[in-house]
């Protein structure tokens, strides 16, 4: 039986997210993929879907609808590959006991404000040219490491490059023998 995979969206969902085909291109063949989209997660509804409207929806509480809607949905541990957005729930949820065996989180923007990180395996990584991407010392107090990459910003989980980067590692979570 394949290892189930839970994807979570950016802000911006199914509505800009094309290159996320690509990462189930790679993975679907190797786990069970669960997708969900975090505005829908986090009953995201503006009437005008601009980035500062959609990024007020989920500070103003649609971040905290999200995780309480993954918990209620996802029982059995499981690995998750989070976008942005999605990364800060994911991390959210796990602190509330998402039950939850790695979490891959590329550019989780506001994971720095976090006091303690989640009691799994991490896997965070952040483009180098990132505004939101955490400080070394946030990384350190916390206990984390950052994977972080040259001449990238924000949306590097966008380049195909970086989705073979990051699919071939979780690959390798379910292709690898254990002796």
Same mark, same amino acid.
């Given at each position: 039986? $394949? ?12 509505? !800009? @997210? +094309?290159? =996320?085909? /690509? ?58 590959? $989070? ?12 602190? !509330? @006991? +998402?039950? =939850?065996? /790695? ?72 292709? !690898?023998?254990?002796?």
């Amino acid at each position: 039986m $394949a290892e189930k995979l839970v994807v979570i969206s950016d802000m911006w969902g199914v509505k !800009k @997210g +094309l290159w =996320i085909t /690509s990462y189930f291109g790679y993975l679907q063949q190797y786990y069970d993929i669960v997708f969900y989209d975090c505005q829908q997660l986090g009953n995201i509804d503006v009437p005008v879907s601009t980035e500062k409207n959609i990024h007020k929806a989920f500070v103003d509480g649609g971040i905290e609808t999200a995780v309480t809607h993954l918990i209620q949905k996802e029982k059995q541990p499981s690995h998750y590959l $989070a976008f942005s957005t999605g990364g800060t729930i994911a991390w959210k949820a796990a602190l !509330k @006991g +998402l039950p =939850i065996k /790695s979490l891959t989180a590329i550019s989780p923007t506001r994971v720095r404000l976090e006091e303690t990180a989640p009691n799994t395996v991490l896997n965070l990584i952040f483009g180098e040219c990132d505004a939101f991407k955490p400080s070394t010392e946030w990384a350190d107090k916390v206990g984390v490491d950052l994977n972080v990459i040259s001449n990238f910003g924000h949306q590097l989980y966008s380049d195909e490059k970086i989705i073979a980067e990051v699919c071939l590692n979780l690959l390798e979570k379910v292709t !690898k023998k254990v002796v």
